[in-house]
């Protein structure tokens, strides 16, 4: 990596020896063959996956809990796209997540876990053991690991997305709530049923108790196991290439940890009349509160990695002296969107907010640059780089020049302990050579 980067001659172009395409790529490896084949198979498991909640909770079930399940999905979408402003990946990525998770990673759920416990009730004739065994010991292996193949899907093949914690956090726990999107429907459908036939209705039916558990109390419970992956494949995605045994194990350290606090939620039913309560206030709300203090701290060092590593850029000439201090200020972001929309219109406002991510991600890659940790395509990455914020420069200059000016820290003026004429109250000693019209 250079010391410095280039000064801008002229507009980088973002093409080269490595860039982009292959050119005599097998059909298998284009991007729109692939794209095709994940889509075809999250939309036959989405079918497959609607036709099997529907057969155990009937039309009406499973129309009930699709209403109560989705009401905690858009709060918790907005949390983890709040979590992601400082470096937003492609909606692409968030879409494919959840899909996996509401989808592919339930269906797999479904089957595996039922048929698991069948074949532990059979082999050992006990099916209450089979159900608790089931519960505490397969569901947690085998949700978590459906839910684990998402995280390492977009690490594997959307790698330029995924460059740290925050990254792992987002996609693990919007797949983690697609997955308890569809769980919840098959659960509230089933306890709806089950009023139905006994008649119950209100605060005491056993549709309210479920709404009460899984989606007033514990609508973070399956993101909160799965981002425990997600942070093991964020620890990984900022360790060198060079450190092959760090990245397997630190992601597999992260799915046993997911597998083991998963196991304990479920297993909480099991540890008397009040286990459920405890393991909830002992054990879920301070996990929750540790891991949110986590990934709100590793936001804020983004920010500060913002600011440290684009001035390189602005003494080179590739941005202006104000824009490091505007890019790593949320507030300041904000106001630059704000005023590029409001004299530019929201094409205006889009280009600074594709300005602000392109530059978040040349800080970044900067920074793995000085670390050590910067892949061979360093070079052709800071260029594309460069370009696109080269592309966008004439409209977002200004606009971040405005936020650094309007957010920047006033500067406190002291007087000094002696008398300077003029300022401070003590009167200018005239100069009588001085003529104010004389040209």
Known sequence: MASSPPYPTHPPHPGGPAGGALRHAHWW????????????LLALSGLVILALVREQTGTEGFLVGLGLAVLPVPLLIAAFRWLDRVAPGPWRNLLFAFAWGACAAALIAIVANSFATKWIATATADPSSADTLGATVIAPIVEESAKAAAVLLVFLFRRRDFTGIVDGVVI????????????????????FGTDQLTGERGIASVTAATFFVRVIMSPFAHPLFTVLTGIGFGLAAVSSERQHLRRILVPLSGLLLAMGMHAIWNGSSTFGEYGFFAVYAAFMVPAFGLLTWLVIWTRQRELRTVREELPAYAVAGWLSPAEPYALGSMRARRLARDYAAHYGGRPAARQVTQYEAYATSLAFLRHRGRCGRAGADFVVRERELLYELWRRREVSRPALDYAARATAPAVPVVAPPWPVYGVYGYPAIPN??????QS
Do not use: D, H, K
């Not at 693990?172 to 429907?185: D, K, R």
């Not at 009588?432 to 019209?437: L, S």
């Open 29 to 40: 490896q284009r991007r729109g063959v692939r794209y095709g084949a994940l889509s075809t």
């Open 172 to 191: 693990a726990g919007v797949t983690a709530t697609g997955f308890a999107f569809t769980e919840n429907i098959l659960y509230l459908g089933t306890a």
């Open 432 to 437: 009588p050579a001085y003529n104010p019209y």
